[in-house]
């Protein structure tokens, strides 16, 4: 009769059990995954509610603020053109009023905000002044940096599901801008040329010395390569759009010629980071305070609730006192322009 070698028979049993350990974490990253693409699928079919109650108009705009992210919001223009990415829903706007940055400066009520480097193409009329597509294409234009403001104490409540009351009247622009020389067609056969490069690029930085975190965002001639195929035919629809809304609301539309492109990159905002949407989908909305979710309120804008309260918690905001600063630069990293953010200290206000 043959002996058993226990030896052997243990080190079989151990590779065994490996094997399974090794299997079930397998079977584990599958199921996250599983998850994951549910999660992206139901956020990207989630369209939200569009009652016009909600919509309100900023007396004598001057601006089309843009919004390109996947979050329906109740009281935005809707538009048909969209970046053909998956489950993208297209893009919307509202107008707005950026006021002229007073010796480049734009001070702002002591809260918590959020900024965003984004581009904006500004014409030399009122974008309802052109009547057709060919004269749209004629036109003058410069390409300044905007800074995007976002309030956090609005943001992260419970009630955001409209995007224009935490995005408007917040906003900056540079005095100066570049390509002032091109018309609207010739800018955009410019961004589509080879060698289109980083520069011109617009650069945010926070100055306040004191803080856990200073944010960094930032956008180059590369990113609005990547959107240049879509601007002629987005813009030309904010043209119709507020053309047509002009009839209705005058002051609000008759007077735009600044177009916001919105954050076009992942280094544009903190919105824009993966991790940052994860994290706010399941942080939700955290003021204090809040009620009940407002009967609009879904999943899909549990998002960006859920990141404005997590920067609020992480010390990711320009607060009480705080200013920050962009910069409009060319290839030899000269600054053409810049214009600055100055939060008010609570003191200030009393």
Not at 62 to 79: A, E, R
Not at 300 to 323: C, E, F, M, T, W
Request: one cysteine or more; a negative charge; aromatic letters at 8%.
């Amino acid at each position: 009769m043959k002996s058993i070698n226990k030896n052997a028979f243990n080190i079989n049993g151990s590779r065994g059990q490996k094997q399974a350990a090794a299997d079930q974490v397998i079977v584990s990253a599958r199921n996250t995954l599983c998850i994951v693409i549910i999660v992206i699928i139901f956020l990207g079919l989630c369209t939200g509610c569009t009652a016009s109650r909600y919509i309100r108009y900023t007396e004598d705009a001057n601006t089309w603020m843009m919004d390109g992210s996947k979050v329906p919001f109740v009281d935005t223009i809707k538009l048909q053109t969209n970046d053909d990415k998956f489950f993208t829903h297209g893009y919307e706007g509202i107008p707005d009023k950026i006021p002229n940055a007073t010796y480049g400066v734009v001070t702002l009520p002591a809260k918590k905000y959020e900024t965003e480097a984004e581009w904006a193409i500004v014409f030399d009329n009122p974008i309802v002044s052109y009547k057709n597509l060919d004269e749209l294409k004629t036109a003058g234009i410069s390409l300044h940096g905007l800074i995007d403001v976002k309030n956090l104490d609005v943001m992260s409540t419970y009630d955001v599901v409209e995007w224009g009351a935490f995005s408007v009247n917040n906003n900056a622009i540079t005095n100066k801008g570049v390509y002032s020389e091109l018309t609207f067609d010739g800018l955009v056969k410019e961004l589509k040329k080879d060698q289109v490069g980083n520069y011109p690029r617009i650069e945010l930085t926070y100055e306040s010395a004191d803080q856990k975190h200073k944010p960094y965002y930032q956008s180059t001639k590369k990113d609005l390569a990547c959107i240049a195929d879509l601007l002629i035919p987005l813009l030309n629809e904010i043209r119709m759009k507020c053309i047509e809304h002009s009839n209705e609301v005058e002051n609000s539309f008759s007077q735009i010629r600044i177009i916001n492109l919105g954050a076009i990159n992942t280094e544009s905002a903190l919105v824009n980071y993966t991790w940052e949407r994860v994290k706010g989908l399941f942080a939700g909305p955290k003021s204090e305070g809040a009620g009940e979710y407002s009967e609009e309120f879904s999943l899909v804008h549990r998002v960006p609730a859920g990141i404005a309260a997590n920067a609020i918690v992480q010390d990711h905001y320009l607060g009480s006192g705080k200013s920050a600063r962009m910069q409009l630069k060319t290839a030899e990293n000269v600054i053409i322009s810049e214009v600055r953010i100055q939060v008010l200290h609570e003191s200030e206000e009393e």
